[in-house]
């Protein structure tokens, strides 16, 4: 089985200062990380994603995130941000064997004070 | 051009009522999911059909019937709402494979009075 820690449940942060949302798994099998963000009342949308090979991934809007194996985390960071970016952003685990869903972090909401 | 649409966008409907949310989606994907996500955010699969065959169900009240007419639809049916109901119910759907990406739709916000 797997599961998901988001440790932040909100982060402020001033428009363009850097941030980093974290994002710690566990699972017995390999795993595949997603990054999603949610605006207010809209669906879930695609951040990023990593499935194998290099361990930094990018992805849109300027943010990327890092597995690290040996921490089991995926940690997603951008150097600056801006207004727009305020959102709930969830990390989530699909593992590659067994129950084939994904699991969800618990979200963490970014604020982003001008 | 919506890739995955839901309706209605919000229901409101009093306790003991039985309500349907539609979900379509033209992506072509064979997956298709139900997510409820409560008033803290947290998100939590009830669903999900894979061509028409239901794969995952959660536990989850008898209450709740999934219904997927073809690989495009898949729709919720509530019975004898409660108001510990109330909360966005998100259709997602996804190519199959474990490393496809999620695809959501708008949601739907369900209040129960």
């Known amino acids: 089985a797997q599961s998901v820690t988001q440790l932040d449940s909100q982060v402020p942060v001033f428009e363009e200062a850097p941030v980093e949302l974290r994002c710690n798994y566990s699972s017995s099998v390999s795993v595949y990380l997603f990054w999603y963000v949610q605006y207010p009342n809209q669906g879930l949308q695609l951040l990023l994603k990593y499935l194998s090979g290099s361990t930094l991934v990018k992805g849109i809007n300027g943010f990327e995130a890092e597995f690290n194996k040996s921490q089991t985390s995926f940690h997603l960071r951008k150097p600056s941000v801006h207004i727009s970016d305020t959102a709930e952003y969830f990390c989530a685990v699909s593992g590659n064997s067994g129950t084939y869903k994904y699991i969800f972090g618990t979200g963490t909401r970014l604020k982003v004070l001008a | 051009d919506t890739a995955v649409s839901q309706t209605p966008k919000y229901l409101v409907t009093q306790m003991g009522n039985d309500k349907s949310i539609k979900c379509e989606q033209n992506l072509g994907h064979d997956t298709m999911y139900w997510y409820k996500q409560d008033s803290k955010k947290f998100l939590k699969i009830m669903f999900s059909y894979n061509n028409k065959e239901l794969i995952i169900n959660e536990t989850v009240p008898n209450r709740f019937s999934p219904k997927s007419p073809d690989k495009a639809h898949l729709n919720l049916h509530i019975n004898s709402l409660e108001l510990g109901d109330s909360a966005v119910y998100f259709c997602?759907?996804?190519?199959?494979?474990?490393?496809?990406?999620?695809?959501f739709g708008n949601g739907t916000r369900l209040t129960v009075t």
């Open positions: 997602a759907s996804s190519p199959v494979g474990r490393n496809s990406p999620l695809h």
